[in-house]
């Protein structure tokens, strides 16, 4: 893993201000989230070692709330250096991005808590939907769930 969150981070929120996209919290949040689970299930691997806790609102890394917590619900417009990832990486980020970038951050939220992985951690935990939890995200639960998701796609593009 060459890579950290607040890397990844960097380069989703560089990538929103250059396009000149409203990029909040809890929108930054749920797409590394959706960078790490794809990128589990395409290689196998995370793309960053940081873990996702099962938020209320959605799968949450803690350290990286606090880093943009003051931002609320408003767009962070802090500045930031683009990091230098490496090519497969970047061209990896672009297509996440082009997936889930044009969608809000509520949207995100609701596509989001629908899955099993979100979904599972606070099961086990015993919470409701709405209670406070922070369960670990399994990773390996990720990695399947999303290849199942390519796996659908794949048998779909198949049978049109």
């Given amino acids: 893993m060459p890579y950290t969150a607040q890397q990844i981070a960097d380069y989703i929120i560089a990538d929103s201000h250059e396009a000149g996209s409203f990029i909040s919290n809890l929108k930054l949040q749920k797409l590394l989230y959706y960078a790490q689970a794809w990128h589990?299930?395409?290689?196998?691997?995370?793309?960053?070692p940081e873990r996702f806790q099962a938020w209320v609102r959605g799968p949450v890394i803690p350290e990286l709330y606090r880093v943009y917590k003051d931002y609320g619900g408003?767009?962070?417009?802090?500045?930031?250096?683009?990091?230098?990832?490496?090519?497969?990486?970047?061209?990896?980020?672009?297509?996440?991005?082009?997936e889930y970038a044009p969608l809000d951050a509520r949207r995100l939220?609701?596509?989001?808590?629908?899955?099993?992985?979100?979904?599972?951690?606070?099961?086990?935990?015993?919470?409701?939907?709405?209670?406070?939890?922070?369960?670990?995200?399994?990773?390996?639960?990720?990695?399947?769930?999303?290849?199942?998701?390519?796996?659908?796609?794949?048998?779909?593009?198949?049978?049109?």
């Fill in 74 to 98: 408003r767009n962070i417009d802090r500045e930031v250096v683009r990091p230098s990832l490496d090519d497969a990486t970047i061209a990896f980020l672009s297509e996440v991005l082009d």
């Fill in 109 to 160: 939220e609701w596509l989001v808590r629908r899955e099993a992985p979100w979904v599972n951690a606070r099961g086990r935990e015993g919470v409701e939907s709405d209670d406070p939890c922070t369960a670990a995200i399994d990773e390996a639960e990720m990695r399947e769930y999303y290849r199942g998701r390519m796996q659908e796609s794949r048998t779909a593009g198949a049978a049109s």
């Fill in 40 to 48: 589990l299930a395409i290689n196998g691997e995370p793309l960053f």
